[in-house]
């Protein structure tokens, strides 16, 4: 019983650090795809607009792997290697919707996340960010 307990918090700590490595790249993403420096921005200027933009690929992230830990049906090493890949998938299509957003629209969609005055875009770059992560979470059942 406890060896069981034991095997299951150990299998639990390996999802969340791939959960974090994932969201650590998402991190990256969102810094790569925007001006400045994102934790200068989110944690020193306080910008809502950027705090928000990575608060849904977070999030995005969350959606993915939590989907990826449920259909893994208690297959640990086939679960860790679907965990990666959707998330990395996900995290690689919010890059392209952001890509897609800024060419579509008008100006520079990193520079408008970035002013510190509140923008409605970044509404519509966190929903597309959702929305992406949304589809392929459900693509993995």
Do not use: C, K
């Not at 989907?67 to 679960?79: K, M, R």
Request: hydrophobic share 60%.
């Amino acid at each position: 019983m406890v060896s069981d307990v034991f095997g299951e918090v150990g299998i639990a700590a390996t999802y969340g650090l791939v959960g974090l490595v994932l969201m650590a790249l998402g991190f990256v993403l969102v810094d790569v795809l925007t001006p400045g420096n994102l934790r200068e921005q989110v944690w020193v200027q306080r910008n809502r607009n950027a705090a928000i933009l990575l608060a849904s690929n977070l999030l995005g992230v969350g959606i993915i792997v939590a989907t990826a830990i449920a259909a893994s049906q208690g297959n640990w090493a086939e679960g860790l290697l679907s965990t990666a890949a959707y998330g990395i998938l996900g995290l690689v299509l919010m890059g392209v919707s952001f890509v897609v957003l800024d060419a579509v629209t008008p100006g520079s969609l990193g520079e408008v996340l970035m002013q510190q005055e509140a923008n409605p875009a970044v509404y519509v770059n966190a929903a597309s960010h959702i929305s992406v992560s949304a589809i392929v979470a459900v693509a993995i059942f």
